[in-house]
């Protein structure tokens, strides 16, 4: 007897490896791509030494690999780019992909740069009206009681207060999830008058205005929109301005620096930041300018979810609390309110207000009745 075995083609393997990973063959792309990473990274960690250090660890071009492999069924091909290159939806599963889960808590990096990874251990994170689980165990070693309870949003995992009665690992607090307590608005503005410079010679004054742009709080628009080339703003008054230069290997990244300039010319300049919070920044600057900025709530009154609209991006810190208590929608550029958090629990509000006041947000009411 002959047995011929043929590979699964076209839906039905997209079917098999959905409900493999999720369990239900309707996923969000960015919620498949999340778990298959996750579940690639268990499988090749426990196919090792089952112990958290860097001899089990997983290298960013295995896991790759592997997880644009398992997803082949739904490659299709993007529109090109500016540049005219074109990629595929699962050369979008890339290095900053895999940072992005560990931002969140699913990934561990090994080392500073982050070249092999290991999945974090599971937690539990209270979130005030709901659970997040963090970590890197796959949805198809969780209990079957909590597989049911599951709630997928994006590359988060969510799971109702009832299901601490059958969780078997750990619990996280939310400040601990957040991450360190950033530094206030009046101490990065002390910061940023005090940050050292010096004096910038004429050859390359010369040569970088053309690529710097400087950041002026009172312009119209979002926080990305004040930002102005150097070579436009040639009247501004003498003083201290926040710079950037655009990264010629890394497109879409900046290098930012602090510059006294007069009439549109770099006469000093400090080093170059690292690890800045850029966006935290802005709203000291703002704050220092006289700029105020309006959080708006939005609904129904009686509606047990709202919804916040708010003129800029947020920084790190409370950028991942609204992504774990809502749905983020970015608007338009023509929008004045361009990022907009859907589907907030009302019982959420008060901790999400405490959260972004020190930003210098005040808030706004608009309940339809």
């Not at 699962?90 to 895999?98: A, D, G, H, K």
């Not at 655009?246 to 690292?274: M, T």
């Amino acid at each position: 007897m002959t047995i011929t075995i043929a590979p699964l083609q076209g839906e039905q393997a997209r079917y098999f490896v959905t409900s493999s990973l999720l369990g239900t063959v309707q996923a969000a792309p960015e919620t498949l791509q999340a778990e298959a990473v996750r579940a690639v990274l268990w499988a090749l960690y426990r196919g090792g030494a089952i112990s958290l250090s860097s001899d089990s660890a997983v290298s960013t071009r295995t896991l790759l690999h592997h997880t644009r492999h398992l997803l082949l069924p739904f490659a299709r091909q993007l529109p090109a780019s500016s540049n005219g290159a074109t990629t595929t939806t699962t050369e979008q599963i890339n290095r900053q992909f895999l940072e992005r889960l560990a931002e969140q808590g699913d990934l561990l990096p090994i080392n500073r740069a982050g070249s092999h990874w290991l999945p974090a251990p599971p937690r539990l994170i209270p979130l005030g009206s709901r659970y997040l689980l963090a970590g890197g165990l796959p949805l198809h070693a969780l209990p079957g009681t909590l597989q049911k309870q599951i709630t997928l949003r994006t590359t988060l995992r969510l799971l109702p207060l009832t299901a601490d009665k059958d969780w078997p690992y750990a619990y996280q607090s939310l400040t601990s999830w957040l991450g360190p307590q950033p530094p206030s608005l009046r101490e990065l503005q002390n910061a940023f008058q005090q940050a050292q410079l010096v004096p910038v010679d004429q050859g390359a004054r010369e040569s970088t205005p053309s690529q710097a742009q400087v950041y002026l709080p009172h312009a119209p628009g979002s926080q990305e929109e004040r930002w102005q080339p150097l070579t436009h703003v040639t009247r501004l008054s003498a003083g201290r301005y926040l710079l950037r230069r655009p990264d010629r290997w890394q497109p879409g990244c900046f290098h930012y620096s602090i510059a006294w300039l007069n009439q549109g010319r770099i006469l000093q300049e400090s080093q170059p930041g690292e690890n800045q919070d850029i966006a935290r920044l802005c709203y000291a600057l703002d704050q220092a300018a006289g700029r105020q900025a309006i959080a708006r709530w939005y609904g129904q009154a009686g509606s047990e979810t709202l919804a916040l609209h708010l003129e800029s991006r947020l920084p790190r810190r409370e950028y991942r609390l609204l992504l774990a208590l809502s749905e983020c929608l970015t608007t338009g550029r023509s929008a004045p309110l361009r990022y907009r958090w859907q589907g907030i629990a009302v019982e959420d509000r008060p901790r999400i207000e405490e959260t972004l006041r020190p930003l210098g947000l005040t808030f706004a009411e608009h309940l339809n009745r």
